[in-house]
């Protein structure tokens, strides 16, 4: 019988020694690489998420829907903008009452509350309201084919003069904002057109 000698013995233990560290190496690379992956799965679900909300807000906003008229009662400024409003492309309905809107201008920017009542009337100074409704049924809720006259009446007039220039927000709760800049132009008439200048 041969006997097997110390360097043999200790060659091996050594061999052994490198399987287990080998083993433990390979187990912890292992729950490592998992637990990185399902971090990455999760953080690309939120990013998904996200980017769903934001195509979802984007896509269902309001647009311009014809033409913007400011109405003067005297030729020294406008005393109401009126903005025709629609769905954009494949937009979701807006209900109406949970739109702010918002004027801004060189000279003062301001948060228009609603006119009370808000559908079918004229806002009173400083209110906003949904003067006409056209290929509307009776609820509140802006829908596709669907178009709201909006009749706007800012608190000042400042930038409602010939030249000035200003911008109205109309922002659906949770939606993206339409903005609608507008120049007055070198003459008021009773009934004024306001184009893109």
Not at 66 to 89: C, D, F, H, K
Not at 130 to 136: A, F, G
Request: charged share 15%.
């Amino acid at each position: 019988m041969s006997s097997l000698s110390s360097s043999d013995a200790e060659a091996g233990f050594t061999g052994l020694e490198a399987a287990i560290v080998l083993i433990a190496f390979v187990v912890v690379a292992s729950i490592f690489s998992y637990t990185v992956l399902a971090a990455g799965f999760h953080f690309s679900g939120e990013s998904q998420s996200v980017i769903h909300q934001g195509v979802q807000q984007a896509g269902s906003s309001c647009t311009v829907a014809g033409t913007v008229y400011g109405v003067s009662t005297s030729p020294e400024s406008l005393r109401y903008i009126i903005i025709p409003i629609g769905l954009t492309a494949g937009g979701e309905p807006i209900d109406i009452t949970t739109v702010s809107v918002r004027i801004v201008g060189p000279n003062h920017a301001k948060n228009i509350k609603r006119n009370d009542p808000l559908v079918d009337a004229s806002p009173a100074w400083g209110r906003w309201s949904v003067q006409e409704r056209q290929n509307s049924d009776s609820d509140s809720l802006l829908e596709t084919g669907e178009r709201y006259i909006l009749n706007i009446s800012p608190p000042s007039c400042a930038d409602l003069v010939p030249y000035g220039s200003f911008a109205i927000e109309i922002k659906p709760a949770g939606r993206a904002a339409l903005r609608v800049e507008r120049t007055v132009p070198g003459r008021i008439d009773r009934l004024t057109q306001l184009g893109r200048w």
